[in-house]
């Protein structure tokens, strides 16, 4: 199995080609690690005690789900199904830059409120993943943002954290 | 991880940059301590925190609390519900909240009490200040309207004479209603087949359905329209007084089931270390609230007690809570 | 008082200016919010509760309802055009519906569910009119034992929904059971695979987890696929649905209205089964199956007919036995409460003219949803035209701000991120979230019933033969199974050697 892994890390190296030719690796893979996750699950559920099917613990229900994933993982991985992937390109790191981003989002929600960061979140998302000009990014980020704001946290009242740009409007005098 | 980023860097951005907003009214430089506290309060909007969802009993005695303390104390009390966790995380935030007043929240049996018992949480009840009691829901056992079981004693006698055999609702898991009947059962050598549900919807279906021999559940008014309706038989009040609504319905101490009563208990609560002058502000504005017609007719008249338990009688129910179900969970 | 008697009270209420005015914000609210990725009824109704207990009560709840239908039309407009249910019963829209759009079709499956909301919303009134305590004695008999056998029917109908082969829909179903068991234990109380997390206490939330997979995932796949900027290459095809469409779909909103008239009624999961049944009934009478999954119209029309007859008729064990069958019906019975009105077997007759004119507000809420939502169609298929850049960055934006609103918590945006990057991966990889978000909405449920079940009957299992509607239930799956397996052996033997159709796996090999 350690073979089909690297394969795989390289394939995504040097996966420039969109066209990718069949390979079980690629297919064996994610339902190897569904086996292992489910072989996991299926310790952490013994953990929690099974009991029996008459007087069921609360690991027995998570104990057969994991027996499932494990058995159907297991099976996958050995008799892969033969169909076509998508291949890994460059713009799959795209991707992995796009989830950093969400998360930056949130951390960054949480600690200085709403505006900031949906007006970067936008801009990011505008300019480097969609490719907008300038200045309708700005635009559309400053806008959306704004109009986002009213309508979530004036119109519905949802609890946004304290924001630091509303705080700062504010004590500088309205 | 999370509470840390966002502790230090609120602190910082507290200091900062909303120190305007905070303090500009109270005249006191130090927004991280306790002791932004005048005749002032509440300068500022008032965050009430509702470890349930939206729609419920809590929720309306926290709604109706909320409007009632607005009017009466001035300020805004605005109601946050945050259910998630099983009401853990909306505790967890007030305990770490800081004691200034602008953050309280309802609290009961479960949240309080139960749940730091029944998981390894980062708060447990010493880190909160009662502030006041605000609505009291009964219990009481009930059968179906075609049950062999005409009374209580029957009904207890039968689970005694056949152990496990006699199916009992309770609303969850970790309700204290689920606890008090643990306790009744190892007290007085009683054996039900205790059967959780997720609530009292889903009890009140089962027990209609036929599918449950008996139900232990909160007094509320679904409970009370199947009692007026027939569908549901009250057997035993498990308060500590008879209801107002039912008067000929036992009590299950009167019944010779000593110390046995529980009742879902609404209380407010702050952050531990909040200071006096805030808790008799607070404690007043409750007081004057539970007296208040159109709070008591929006809670339900049943539901508000009598006489007001102030923050030392609520701390005090709360701590007996904790000294009776300590041995019940494992 | 007979019942056309007491439905002419209903629409002497309901024609009150007030309570049309009121009829119609709730509707276009509900639209409005169904639209909205993440902000669902839920969210919505709690927001507005407050505003309502300051409302006459019969508009307040008229108005209530209004939300809560409306966003079962408008919670198809984001499933069918990018992939996000906001809702567990628009998971299956979202599958064939967004193949429609990718397809070009985007207005025909608006247009198909417009409509067939609208005929399975009617039908359901009607059934609600005159049927409406009859059925409420069907959702008492549906005691845990019941329970168990109608999830076990849901687990079947979910791995026949996956595109893939049946193991795999089988491994990403057992997946979602596994995921949801995190959180306390229904039973005992217990802390189960949540790590020390007080935010994970509770569980995943569903609809964090739904548009995760679904919507994040897709629109985290996007971002590899197009060039800088490019929309959606496709042209969108004509609007409205033809002659043929509605021809094709016609058995499907028949079927659908009444199942899910039938299964809505029934507390906890109802309006999911429906939708499922809708859509697998449909799959096995299609003359070409393999359609399903790549853009048939029945698998939007049935499904999305079922959701909504199943939303009215959720409303049976509310307003006969007080009974709330779902959060937002839970919500709507807490603004009851408030009012001082206990929704229970009382409700009819000492409240006639809330509760006939709820009904009757509802014949006509319909009908403006209809008339609101059909030019609405050609709005919502213009979104397209938008560039893929803004429309992904927006929706973004609104499914966190969605996502946080519903608990008001942060942890469920990471929840929501964390399954889109799964989703995301399974893309990838060839897995269908489909069977794996559905899994996750019966588990729990499942779970739940049985240990009930085994409480209550000390531990024998004869509880399953003994209650009447297990046994029927559980009858019928037996049927099923032995439908097909015969099936498959005919054709078989009809033809030699096939090339391992998915169909044929059996399930307990």
């Known amino acids: ?174 | 991880m999370r509470f840390n980023l966002k502790s230090t860097f609120f602190t910082s951005a507290a200091v900062i940059l909303s120190v305007g907003v905070a303090v500009s009214l109270t005249g006191c430089g130090a927004a991280g301590t306790a002791e932004a506290v005048d005749a002032g309060y509440p300068a500022k909007t008032v965050k009430f925190l509702m470890p349930y969802a939206a729609g419920g009993p809590s929720d309306v005695t926290s709604r109706a609390m909320a409007q009632c303390l607005s009017q009466g104390l001035g300020g805004t009390f605005v109601v946050e519900n945050q259910s998630s966790g099983a009401g853990a995380v909306a505790m967890q935030q007030l305990a770490s909240a800081k004691p200034d007043g602008y953050t309280v929240g309802l609290s009961t049996n479960g949240p309080m009490v139960l749940n730091p018992m029944f998981n390894e949480l980062p708060y447990s009840m010493d880190d909160f200040t009662a502030i006041g009691t605000m609505a009291k829901i009964p219990t009481m056992f009930a059968v179906g309207k075609d049950s062999p079981f005409k009374d209580a004693e029957s009904l207890f006698q039968a689970a005694q004479e056949n152990p496990g055999t006699i199916s009992m609702g309770v609303p969850g898991a970790t309700s204290s209603l689920a606890i008090e009947l643990k306790k009744l059962q190892q007290d007085f050598d009683i054996e039900f087949a205790v059967v959780p549900t997720s609530g009292s919807a889903e009890l009140i279906t089962n027990l209609l359905g036929g599918h449950i021999d008996a139900v232990f559940i909160n007094d509320h008014k679904d409970v009370a329209a199947h009692v007026k309706d027939g569908g549901f038989v009250p057997l035993a009040a498990a308060s500590q007084e008879r209801s107002k609504t039912y008067a000929d319905l036992p009590t299950m101490e009167e019944l010779g089931y000593e110390g046995f009563f529980t009742d879902s208990v609404y209380g407010l609560f702050g952050p531990k270390g909040l200071p006096d002058a805030i808790v008799a502000t607070l404690e007043s504005g409750i007081e004057a609230c539970t007296q208040d017609q159109e709070v008591i007719d929006q809670i339900g008249e049943r539901f508000v007690p009598d006489t007001f338990s102030n923050a030392e009688e609520t701390a005090a129910v709360f701590a007996d809570m904790q000294t009776r179900y300590e041995p019940l969970v494992g | 008082m007979d019942t056309l008697d007491s439905l002419t009270l209903g629409f002497s209420v309901a024609f009150e200016p007030t309570n049309l005015l009121f009829v119609l914000i709730g509707v276009v609210i509900g639209t409005a919010i169904g639209v909205l990725p993440g902000l669902g009824p839920t969210a919505t109704i709690a927001l507005l509760l407050p505003i309502t207990y300051t409302m006459d009560a019969t508009t307040s709840i008229i108005m209530l309802a209004g939300i809560y239908y409306g966003s079962m039309y408008g919670g198809t407009i984001t499933s069918v055009l990018l992939r996000l249910p906001g809702e567990a019963a628009s998971v299956v829209t979202a599958i064939d519906g967004y193949q429609m759009t990718k397809q070009g079709r985007a207005g025909t499956a608006l247009g198909i569910a417009a409509i067939g909301s609208f005929i399975g919303g009617t039908v359901s009134i009607i059934g609600l009119t005159f049927l409406a305590p009859m059925l409420a004695n069907v959702a008492l008999a549906m005691g845990p034992a019941a329970y168990v056998a109608l999830m076990v029917l849901g687990l079947f109908l979910v791995t026949s929904i996956g595109t893939g082969s049946t193991i795999k829909s089988l491994c990403m179903a057992g997946l979602g059971l596994a995921l949801s068991t995190v959180g306390q234990d229904p039973i005992d109380g217990s802390s189960r695979f949540t790590f020390g997390s007080v935010g994970l206490l509770s569980g995943f939330d569903f609809v964090a987890v739904a548009m995760g997979l679904f919507g994040v995932g897709e629109l985290l796949h996007s971002l590899e696929k197009s060039e800088h900027g490019q929309a959606i290459k496709v042209k969108i095809k004509n609007i409205w649905p033809s002659r043929k469409d509605m021809k094709e779909s016609s058995g499907a909103i028949a079927r659908g209205s009444v199942l899910g008239f039938f299964i809505g009624v029934l507390p906890g999961g109802g309006g999911v089964i429906s939708s499922l049944a809708s859509y697998a009934m449909e799959k096995k009478r299609a003359k070409d199956p393999s359609r399903f999954g790549k853009g048939a119209i029945e698998g939007v029309a049935g499904p999305e007919t079922a959701n909504n007859a199943s939303s009215t008729s959720a409303f049976i064990p509310l307003l006969v036995l007080g009974i709330p069958s779902n959060v937002v019906l839970a919500l709507i019975f807490g603004a009851l409460l408030m009012h001082g009105m206990t929704p229970g077997p009382q409700l009819i007759a000492e409240q006639p003219n809330l509760f006939w004119g709820i009904i009757a507000s509802m014949y006509i809420g319909n009908l403006m949803l209809l008339v609101l939502n059909i030019p609405l169609v050609g709005v919502f298929v213009q979104m397209l035209r938008v560039r893929t850049g803004i429309l992904i960055a927006f929706a973004l934006l609104i499914v966190m701000i969605g996502v946080f609103s519903i608990n008001n918590s942060p942890f469920d945006m990471w929840v929501v991120l964390g399954f889109g990057v799964l989703g995301w991966l399974m893309n990838k990889t060839g897995f269908d979230p489909g069977p794996l978000v559905l899994a996750f909405v019966l588990g729990p449920i499942l779970e739940k019933s049985f240990r009930q079940s085994m409480l209550i009957s000390g531990g024998s299992l004869e509880i399953f033969v003994t209650d009447p509607a297990a046994a029927l239930i559980f009858g019928a799956i037996a049927l099923g199974i032995l439908y097909k397996v015969l099936g498959t052996r005919l054709k078989r033997r009809k033809k030699t050697a096939p090339v391992i159709p998915a169909e044929s796996v059996d399930i307990d090999s």
């Open chain 1, 1 to 174: 199995m350690v073979t089909s892994i690297l394969e795989a890390g390289q394939r995504l190296e040097r996966s420039e080609d969109e066209t990718l030719p069949r390979r079980a690796g690629l297919n064996r893979l994610p339902a190897l690690v569904l086996f292992i996750v489910g072989v996991a699950a299926m310790i952490g559920a013994w953990n929690l005690s099974v009991g029996s099917l008459q007087h069921p613990q609360p690991g027995l229900w998570p104990f057969v789900v994991s027996f499932v994933i494990a058995l159907t993982g297991g099976i996958l991985t050995l008799f892969p199904e033969q169909i076509p992937l998508e291949a890994w390109n460059r713009r799959s790191l795209g991707v992995i830059g796009g989830i950093v981003s969400l998360g930056v989002f949130i951390i960054l929600f949480e600690t200085i409120g709403f505006i900031i960061p949906a007006i970067l979140m936008l801009v990011l998302w505008l300019k480097v993943f969609g490719g907008e000009r300038w200045i309708p990014t700005i635009i559309l980020s400053i806008v959306g943002s704004a109009t986002s704001y009213l309508l979530f946290a004036e119109l519905l009242g949802v609890p946004f954290p304290q924001d630091i740009v509303l705080n700062a409007l504010s004590w500088i005098g309205i």
